[in-house]
């Protein structure tokens, strides 16, 4: 597809600031709208995370050398709060633009609009939906950041009307796919 990715980078480029807060934020604040109470039910154990923290311990096997992670936890009554520590700037601000800004090019603000590739790529503002789901005896609760809805879904309640965009660079090395593969896989969401 012809999109220029670079199309106003950096100038209209809002990356996300030091006092924007993600991860368990997002779950927290949408137990406390709706008044959601953590039942651990059969569960052993409760996980209380984001998607992103999810695939990035689930696909660590699979990652290059280099790309490690940190994570903080917290254990409370039975529940395992867990975030992602940052290092300060992310070197590759760029490749996060250009995601965002695909997203741009083929996404509209309304149904039966046309997409605005003029605006402001600002990474705090997002829209995330929360999961619950289980692992044999672990209870997962997490959110995850939703890309756009399909205007006519085949699935028309949610997860089932969501969408995930990916973008990536071009193919480079005889494992690139196995590893695009273990991301992207890791990235799925199931209805």
């Not at 070197?91 to 046309?114: H, I, L, R, T």
């Not at 044999?136 to 997490?142: E, M, V």
């Amino acid at each position: 597809m012809p999109f220029d990715l670079n199309h106003g980078y950096p100038h209209k480029y809002l990356p996300m600031g030091s006092n924007v807060k993600d991860g368990v934020d997002h779950v927290l604040r949408w137990m406390l709208k709706e008044k959601y109470t953590l039942d651990q039910g059969d569960a052993s154990t409760v996980f209380l995370t984001s998607r992103g923290r999810l695939t990035k311990i689930f696909t660590s096997p699979y990652q290059m050398r280099g790309e490690g992670w940190k994570m903080a936890v917290t254990l409370y009554r039975k529940t395992f709060y867990i975030d992602e520590v940052r290092d300060s700037e992310d070197s590759n601000s760029w490749m996060v633009y250009w995601g965002y800004k695909f997203e741009q090019y083929v996404c509209a603000d309304q149904p039966n609009g046309k997409p605005n590739i003029e605006g402001h790529i600002n990474t705090s503002e997002a829209f995330y939906t929360v999961v619950e789901s289980n692992i044999n005896s672990f209870k997962l609760l997490f959110s995850g950041e939703v890309d756009c809805m399909e205007e006519c879904p085949k699935y028309p309640t949610a997860p089932g009307y969501y969408v995930e965009m990916k973008t990536s660079l071009k193919p480079n090395g005889e494992d690139f796919f196995y590893r695009k593969t273990y991301k992207t896989l890791g990235n799925l969401k199931c209805a």
